[in-house]
């Protein structure tokens, strides 16, 4: 009996040792991935473990990248904690998967590292670092109080912009419920952009070999005089007055995508008393801008504003730009374009058959033969495209 108890003493004893001594392994191990990463170096302050909850929470972590030539380090991405635990719904329904939480995350782009190549391999990166992190397939993600930023320190003047009090919750990603439904994950979002408020719906469908999603977003009232760094930095102006806001729609299913986005600027001033110092090129340009924009805005509204339609397949899209031109004179001179989004893109509507009319600008300028020819052409394979899919499906309704 007593040798008994001195066994089970001693496991227990054990146990609390490997129970104390765990979050140092588990923190040197993660310290000595995050510096060793190919063109990243990182650090953890500290990790605390919830055995019971099937959690760790990681303290105050941080990673930049490193330039391979000079090797310095610039910031990349950091958070004051990071939650990563088994998620328990899914859990009760016969999935093992995981859960993310990001609490005050900031990720930060330089104006070396914005080409879609360097973004691609930064996300691809970073997923990797959180796999390492998570053996588990993660099916829902939560971010609060986050911010992306985007710094130019080379340009004259500098350029740092952010969106801010981003808060961003992604569920479902693994399908572990709701396994019938076309969109069984969802992801919502809004964040704060310069006095402005962005909003972002999403239904997607994570686990599908085409990108299959039905996403909106709107962007309302951003005030453009505190983006004056960025106007001065790369179109020469600045800004006087302005408010800008922009709507979006877009659905894709089977490598087809169908969409548009509609930018509204709203009491725009460009010239004032504001510019007398500029010098004279600055403001023969300002003025053109101001002049051009005075032409184009709907009096009533005070506004200046376009609608951009586009379509077709993810590998060969395609824009009208008759069209968009066609939006800036209605908004001008006919009727304003409506700040919102206009609920006419669904999931659905990516398969409807669209009567691609000339316009009359497109009848005017609309170019050669060919091009003409060539845009038939198009058509008629989208045309049989959509035929040879609906022959499919009554096949398979068929043999069902």
Known sequence: MKRSIKIILGVVALLVVIRLILPYVVLHYANKTLASMDGYYGHIEDIDLAIIRGAYKIDSIYLNKKDSATQKESPFFSASSIDLSVEWKSL???????????????????????????????????????????????????????????LDSISSPKVDIAMTNVYLTALNLRNSYDSSTLLPASVMANANVYEGDFIFNMKINPLAEEPTFDMNADLKNTNLVLLNDFFQAYAKIDVNKGRFGMYTEVASKEGKFAGYV???????????KEDRDDNLFRKIWEGLIGAVGEVFENQPKDQV????????????????????????????????????????????????????????????????????????????????ERKERREERKEKRKEN
């Open 92 to 150: 009760f329904k016969g999935s093992i998967v995981g859960e993310l939480y990001f609490e005050k995350p900031e990720i930060k782009f330089t104006k070396e590292k914005v080409e879609p190549k360097d973004l691609r391999n930064d996300s691809t990166d970073f997923k990797k670092l959180l796999e390492d992190f998570m053996p588990l397939e993660v099916n829902r993600f939560e971010i609060t109080n986050g911010k992306i930023q985007y």
């Open 262 to 272: 509609k930018p509204i600027i709203k009491d725009l001033d460009v010239v004032g």
């Open 305 to 384: 504003a376009t609608k951009i339609p586009f379509e077709g397949r993810l590998d060969n899209p395609d824009t009208n730009i008759w069209i968009t031109i066609i939006n800036i004179l209605q908004n001008a001179f006919i009727q304003a374009i409506q700040p919102s989004i206009d609920n006419e893109i669904s999931i659905g509507s990516v398969d409807a058959k669209v009567d691609e009319k000339e316009t009359l600008l497109e009848k005017v300028f609309g170019g050669d033969d060919e091009k003409k020819d060539e845009k038939e052409a198009k058509r008629e394979k989208r045309r049989e």
